[in-house]
């Protein structure tokens, strides 16, 4: 069992920047493939970036490439998304995940997620 916790979340403007972050309980941490989602009010849940193990690959939607950037410190369990030139349409909770198969899109492990509202 693996427990995420996200922290960074909060109120920024348009235009403004937030890096998120997203501790992971177990030290096999490195073993996980990470990514971080989205839901916005009223809207299923979307994928925003995820990240390999070993961090030497990382994968964006379209809606936030060369806005965000996912890296991870395998040493701190930690991975992270910083979000800059936000834009009120970022306004979601955001949550991050792990999975443990690389090979399959499931994602095995759900943090609670952290608020963004970014205000024009």
């Known amino acids: 069992q693996v427990q995420l916790v996200e922290s960074g979340g909060g109120l920024v403007q348009a235009g403004g920047s937030l890096r998120l972050s997203c501790v992971a309980s177990?030290?096999?941490?490195?073993?996980?493939?990470m990514g971080w989602f989205r839901q916005a009010p009223g809207k299923g849940r979307e994928f925003v970036a995820a990240i390999s193990r070993s961090g030497g690959n990382t994968y964006y939607a379209d809606s936030v490439k060369g806005r965000f950037t996912i890296s991870r410190d395998n040493a701190k369990n930690t991975v992270y998304l910083q979000m800059s030139s936000l834009k009120p349409e970022d306004t979601a909770v955001y949550y991050c995940?792990?999975?443990?198969?690389?090979?399959?899109?499931?994602?095995?492990?759900w943090g609670q997620g952290t608020q963004v509202t970014v205000s024009s």
């Open positions: 177990q030290r096999s941490f490195s073993t996980y493939n």
């Open positions: 995940a792990a999975r443990s198969n690389p090979y399959s899109d499931q994602y095995d492990y």
